[in-house]
């Protein structure tokens, strides 16, 4: 095993070149396609600014009809359906993204779209391209200026009462206007989770829970919310700036004009409160937050459908990825590769053909490769076959408190291939029953570590879903969320009582304050991430299958026991 790393996910880029420059730009005042001469030259420009546009135009073509003219290219522009979007509304879009700049980059006049091998290497560039573009711009063809601006508007008042800061003017008459401050989220609220951990009080108000719902609604409803490749475009640009119908910017009271990561940060926050309302300890009789619990939940799903933030997640973005639309299945990996970097399938080697299963594998191993905890941080919703326990999967989930931890992480092991392409794990093992005994005598005696925003943390079980889920867990115990220290204890005692010695728990390594100093060890948060595998025999070798992923925080000297952890090398399944 070599020297633990600490791994960030800007590491995904090791080794790749992300600053490649487009096979074109658009020149706008000619309205010409500029092929690229050398490595970043247009027209005699090196390396020349240029504006980027993000929209959804692919599910909208039609066989006959008006079509934006680009001088200098060699393939067909197809027509758009009028109904969503004109020649003339997407010219003046483009003069608007241009905004004083010669150059900007979009798909239709600078990837030629007849051209399967010039077309892949593109879309091995994005990373690149996004990177070098000075600004990006989100064409919300949907909705005008004004539509859009209400609906940004409601959303940020919305999302300000989660901080106590939003002010509502109610006009009784011509005359008479009282200003109310909704109050913050302080020690005055009734609800608390934890130690001097507060819910605001709108998260158990039931008008604002729908409100949120609609406004939300409202707005991701326009299609590029549902394109599969915006997700990764607004992964790689999330300070593009959103534009309406006619083109235009939208404003923002009191600020600038509104950009994805406003958006971004705002639902960042509606789901940190979710987190703490709906899965941290909690009084047992909490009549008021029981009655919304429901409505809650449903908020919880329209943020995660979105996929909008955990962008450093792989897992995050794979699950969010099966509910965004595209026309090709391979365009589930290839559509979101390029947030890590990397070029995979037919990006590297055009002259082969692939399957979704071809490129899940690849994507697994190169996520494996960075960090194995990143490759790992999930669960399965549905059964897997043996051999792809290991890998991520489009019904892939990450629990939401999960969602929310640091992305710094120490690798302490390998999930790499071995010769015959197989996966294997090397790196520390132990019997789950060792582990389990550890973690009940720190719950027992009070001494857990401070994790996930909660003293006295010990352990959390997130089992997939197969037939040993199905065939000896009870009902109750099958889906445990992160903070409900009780059942799972529970869960340990279980598999404790059912498993013999048939379990093993491997150590990925440890999620760390990404405030601490690099070279601190042990962190100040030593949140221990390992899997739960039991032997199985496969393709007539000995082999460990992935039950599940388990985090654990307490004094690490508690785990200093001799013999605890020992070096293995085991082919997984």
């Not at 073509?61 to 067909?76: A, E, F, R, Y």
């Not at 999330?238 to 406003?262: Q, T």
């Not at 199905?470 to 992160?482: A, C, F, K, V």
Request: with cysteine; hydrophobic share 40%; net charge negative.
């Amino acid at each position: 095993m070599e020297t633990p790393q600490i791994f960030t996910t800007a590491l995904f880029f090791e080794g790749q070149d992300e600053k490649l420059w487009p096979r074109r730009l658009l020149h706008v005042p000619s309205m010409t396609s500029v092929e690229r001469e050398g490595e970043h030259t247009y027209l005699g420009v090196q390396k020349p600014d240029y504006n980027i546009l993000s929209y959804t135009w692919g599910r909208y073509k039609i066989s006959d009809g008006p079509t934006l003219q680009v001088k200098n290219i060699g393939w067909d522009i197809q027509p758009i359906d009028p109904l969503r979007f004109t020649v003339e509304d997407l010219e003046t879009t483009l003069r608007v993204v241009s905004h004083g700049k010669p150059f900007i980059w979009i798909d239709i006049a600078c990837i030629d779209q007849e051209n399967y091998e010039v077309k892949m290497d593109e879309i091995g560039r994005q990373a690149g391209i996004f990177y070098n573009a000075k600004d990006a711009f989100i064409w919300l063809h949907g909705s005008s200026t004004q539509q859009l601006q209400r609906k940004f508007d409601h959303f940020f008042q919305l999302v300000a009462r989660l901080d106590g800061e939003a002010v509502e003017e109610i006009a009784f008459d011509e005359n008479t206007t009282i200003t109310n401050n909704w109050e913050p989220d302080d020690a005055a609220s009734e609800i608390f989770i934890g130690e001097n951990t507060f819910l605001p009080h709108c998260i158990r108000d039931l008008d604002w829970i729908n409100d949120m719902q609609r406004c939300l609604s409202g707005i991701i409803g326009d299609v590029w919310f549902s394109s599969l490749w915006t997700l990764q475009e607004a992964s790689l640009r999330p300070d593009a700036w959103f534009i309406s119908k006619e083109g235009s910017v939208i404003p923002r009271k009191g600020y600038a004009e509104v950009a994805l990561m406003n958006l971004v940060h705002g639902m960042g926050e509606i789901e940190r409160h979710l987190s703490k309302a709906l899965y941290m300890n909690r009084p047992e009789e909490d009549h008021a937050l029981d009655v919304v619990l429901p409505s809650l939940k449903v908020l919880e799903s329209i943020v995660q459908r979105v996929g909008l933030g955990g962008w450093e997640n792989p897992s995050t973005l794979y699950g969010s990825a099966r509910f965004r639309e595209c026309i090709d299945p391979l365009d589930r990996i290839y559509g979101i590769m390029q947030i890590f970097g990397f070029r995979l399938g037919a990006a590297c080697d055009p002259s082969r053909e692939y399957t979704l299963d071809n490129l899940e594998h690849q994507f697994a191993t190169r996520i494996n490769a960075g960090s194995p905890i990143m490759g790992q941080l999930f669960v399965h919703t549905e059964p897997v076959d043996l051999g792809k326990c290991w890998r991520i999967s489009q019904n892939s989930h990450i629990r939401t408190a999960l969602r929310l931890m640091s992305t710094m992480t120490l690798n302490l092991a390998q999930i790499r291939l071995d010769d015959s392409e197989q996966p294997v794990f090397a790196g520390p093992a132990c019997d789950f029953r060792q582990i389990a005994q550890q973690w009940t005598m720190a719950e027992e005696k009070n001494e857990g570590w401070p994790f996930w925003g909660v003293d006295g943390a010990v352990h959390f079980i997130a089992l997939d879903e197969n037939e040993y889920w199905y065939s000896r867990i009870p009902e109750d115990l099958r889906h445990i969320e992160t903070e409900n220290f009780a059942l799972n204890q529970s869960l340990s005692n279980l598999l404790l009582e059912i498993s013999e010695d048939e379990l093993q728990i491997l150590l990925l390594g440890q999620l760390l304050d990404p405030e601490d100093e690099e070279e601190a060890f042990p962190p100040t948060m030593p949140g221990c991430v390992g899997i739960l595998v039991r032997r199985v025999v496969f393709r007539e070798r000995v082999a460990w299958q992935r039950l599940g992923l388990c985090v654990w925080a307490m004094d690490a000297s508690r785990e200093d026991t001799e013999g605890l952890w020992r070096t293995v090398e085991y082919a997984l399944a």
